[in-house]
């Protein structure tokens, strides 16, 4: 038989769910995790966004240079990005409760996802105005832009391909932080992987719940790739 | 016009200080073209960025049709910035916009009317005979045409003063040659005062009216163009002709270093020193060309016989100046290298020497 290698290693068992139960199980989980990583993502671009741009032209040679005020901006992005989500998770429940009024189910998870995913999210954007050519931040200002403009047009215009990238491997991450919100009762894929697959040894919904997380994943790889294609002159039009 | 009035710029405070630029003083007319030489880290880019105004000078002005702009409040600065058009090396266009969309910036900028805009890059692009390639990326355009939409974005807002950068810097001889030319098109047609920084002497001699070497931050001799390659004692005059390697001369025969020191040296000068000393002068190398209409010239001439004052007389008759020569070889770029590269090679190094 030429299955798959998951098959070899989990093997469906009498008392697993059965293949007509699946759909009623995994759809709507699979909405609430879509929910999840679709607020977050917004929160994350939203907030992620200005914060990169902040952490640019603080740096030094950046439009408004402030040495003290970056190593702050900074520290503090590197205390977001250094805990494992697990931790960070546990470790904020006070903080979360006081935002949502509770600490359980998808706004339970929204908080820590975005507080892990806004530093990321920054740090990535940060990377890819760095690698905007000065010349052109240059010839920007040389035209009488303002610093708004040059920042619109100059940093974050020319690095649109960079920063979708970026947000490609951000909602990649969320996606499987979403899965470890699971485990708080935030609902979603993970949850039910956790559940059914992993505590009660369920091994259809376990194998079920992988191959749609893969396929998530790939499709949202194939998306981000296809938008950073078409945002690239030299890649769109290139045959 | 522009002026520089001691122009100052430090980096770095107290016992750190470097001082990158020292009191520079020149001042480049409307319709002329003022280029600036010099080895890297001469300070030729603070320069530059002195000049658009995109650094503060520690001290001195920067002085535009007699306005002083470089101690204008910030936010006056930016408006001063758009009087100074500047033509960086090529990396300096937006890649995700078209050629049009590139000069369309300044005005964007400025929140000119869209229709103006249109309009006016329209005329631009016309300007630098691009029309036909409006609607292509950066990446689809050659190095030449690159500088061309640089060079027509830096004219957007009709500025008074042109500030080039390198503007040449990496792009092949030919491509150099039709960029320089379009230069000194506009500078004719639209009275600019152009400013030109580079590290190439080749481009000087084809680009511009004065020239100024820049070495650790001061200017250390200036003038204009013909002058310089008319003056014996001129280092950077000498700097500017390319190096020649004369040929050997028959036995016996004495080398003369000949150069025109005049602005009207007779065409068949060597007939004639042939003939006044009656004897057949052998040309061993020479460099003659026209610089801004006016013939100039350095040659390596192997002579017979007559005494050295009689040789110098001769030629001194004749507009000339002859010194005896040795077979080292005549003028060249002794201390700034003269290097072009191709499109698609780096941009040539600097050399301090």
């Known amino acids: 038989?030429?299955?798959?290698?998951?098959?070899?290693?989990?093997?469906?068992?009498?008392?697993?769910?059965?293949?007509?139960?699946?759909?009623?199980?995994?759809?709507?989980?699979?909405?609430?995790?879509?929910?999840?990583?679709?607020?977050?993502?917004?929160?994350?671009?939203?907030?992620?966004?200005?914060?990169?741009?902040?952490?640019?032209?603080?740096?030094?040679?950046?439009?408004?240079?402030?040495?003290?005020?970056?190593?702050?901006?900074?520290?503090?992005?590197?205390?977001g990005r250094s805990l494992p989500f697990l931790i960070l998770m546990a470790a904020i429940v006070p903080f979360t409760r006081f935002v949502t009024g509770t600490n359980i189910g998808i706004p339970a998870a929204v908080v820590p996802m975005s507080l892990a995913g806004i530093p990321f999210f920054a740090r990535l954007v940060e990377n890819c105005l760095r690698d905007v050519p000065r010349t052109v931040t240059q010839a920007a200002r040389a035209s009488g832009a303002s610093p708004l403009q040059i920042i619109r047009t100059a940093q974050l215009g020319e690095a649109v391909p960079a920063i979708i990238g970026g947000?490609?491997?951000?909602?990649?991450?969320?996606?499987?932080?979403?899965a470890i919100a699971g485990t708080i009762g935030a609902g979603?894929?993970?949850?039910?992987?956790?559940?059914?697959?992993?505590?009660?040894?369920?091994?259809t919904v376990m194998l079920a719940t992988i191959v749609i997380l893969i396929l998530t994943v790939a499709l949202v790889q194939l998306l981000g790739d296809r938008l950073v294609r078409f945002t690239t002159p030299a890649l769109r039009l290139h045959r | 016009m522009i002026r520089l009035d001691q122009l100052t710029k430090v980096y770095g405070h107290g016992a750190n200080a470097v001082t990158v630029l020292d009191k520079l003083d020149f001042a480049v007319d409307s319709g002329e073209i003022f280029a600036v030489v010099g080895p890297s880290g001469a300070g030729k880019s603070t320069l530059a960025q002195c000049i658009n105004l995109l650094e503060r000078p520690t001290s001195g002005s920067v002085v535009v049709n007699g306005e002083d702009l470089s101690s204008l409040p910030e936010k006056r600065l930016r408006e001063a910035r758009r009087r100074i058009g500047t033509v960086f090396q090529s990396a300096s266009l937006?890649?995700?916009?078209?050629?049009?969309?590139?000069?369309?910036?300044?005005?964007?900028?400025?929140?000119?009317?869209?229709?103006?805009?249109?309009?006016?890059?329209?005329?631009?692009?016309?300007?630098?005979?691009?029309?036909?390639?409006?609607?292509?990326?950066?990446?689809?355009?050659?190095?030449?045409?690159?500088?061309?939409?640089?060079?027509?974005?830096?004219?957007?807002?009709?500025?008074?003063?042109?500030?080039?950068?390198?503007?040449?810097?990496?792009?092949?001889?030919?491509?150099?040659?039709?960029?320089?030319?379009?230069?000194?098109?506009?500078?004719?047609?639209?009275?600019?005062?152009?400013?030109?920084?580079?590290?190439?002497?080749?481009?000087?001699?084809?680009?511009?009216?004065?020239?100024?070497?820049?070495?650790?931050g001061r200017i250390i001799e200036s003038g204009r163009v013909v002058d310089l390659l008319t003056d014996h004692d001129s280092a950077l005059g000498r700097a500017l002709q390319p190096h020649l390697t004369p040929a050997v001369p028959e036995e016996g025969a004495r080398l003369w270093e000949v150069t025109y020191d005049s602005h009207d040296v007779p065409h068949d000068w060597l007939q004639r020193i042939s003939?006044?000393?009656?004897?057949?002068?052998?040309?061993?190398?020479?460099?003659?060309?026209?610089?801004?209409?006016?013939?100039?010239?350095?040659?390596?001439v192997g002579l017979r016989s007559g005494s050295p004052a009689l040789v110098q007389d001769a030629f001194a008759r004749l507009g000339l100046r002859a010194e005896p020569g040795t077979l080292a070889g005549t003028g060249g770029h002794d201390t700034v290298r003269n290097d072009t590269a191709r499109e698609d090679a780096p941009a040539p190094l600097e050399h301090a020497q």
């Open chain 1, 1 to 79: 038989m030429n299955l798959p290698l998951a098959t070899a290693v989990i093997v469906p068992r009498a008392g697993d769910t059965a293949l007509a139960d699946l759909p009623g199980l995994l759809v709507p989980a699979y909405g609430e995790t879509l929910t999840m990583v679709g607020i977050v993502m917004a929160i994350v671009v939203l907030a992620g966004t200005p914060l990169g741009v902040a952490l640019h032209n603080m740096a030094p040679g950046g439009l408004f240079e402030n040495r003290a005020v970056y190593a702050v901006l900074s520290w503090v992005v590197n205390i």
């Open chain 1, 167 to 178: 947000l490609t491997i951000n909602t990649i991450a969320m996606i499987e932080y979403s």
């Open chain 1, 188 to 203: 979603g894929i993970g949850y039910v992987a956790v559940t059914y697959g992993y505590q009660r040894f369920d091994q």
């Open chain 2, 94 to 216: 937006f890649s995700r916009r078209t050629a049009a969309g590139n000069i369309a910036m300044p005005l964007e900028y400025l929140g000119v009317e869209p229709r103006e805009i249109k309009a006016r890059v329209g005329e631009l692009l016309e300007r630098v005979g691009l029309a036909h390639r409006a609607n292509h990326y950066p990446f689809q355009l050659s190095g030449g045409q690159r500088q061309r939409v640089g060079i027509a974005r830096a004219l957007a807002l009709r500025p008074s003063v042109l500030l080039s950068d390198e503007a040449t810097s990496g792009l092949d001889p030919d491509t150099t040659r039709s960029v320089v030319s379009l230069l000194r098109e506009l500078r004719d047609d639209l009275d600019l005062a152009v400013v030109f920084i580079t590290h190439e002497m080749d481009t000087v001699l084809q680009v511009a009216d004065s020239v100024a070497r820049l070495e650790h």
């Open chain 2, 275 to 300: 003939q006044e000393l009656g004897e057949p002068a052998s040309l061993l190398a020479a460099t003659i060309q026209t610089i801004n209409g006016v013939g100039t010239g350095r040659a390596t």
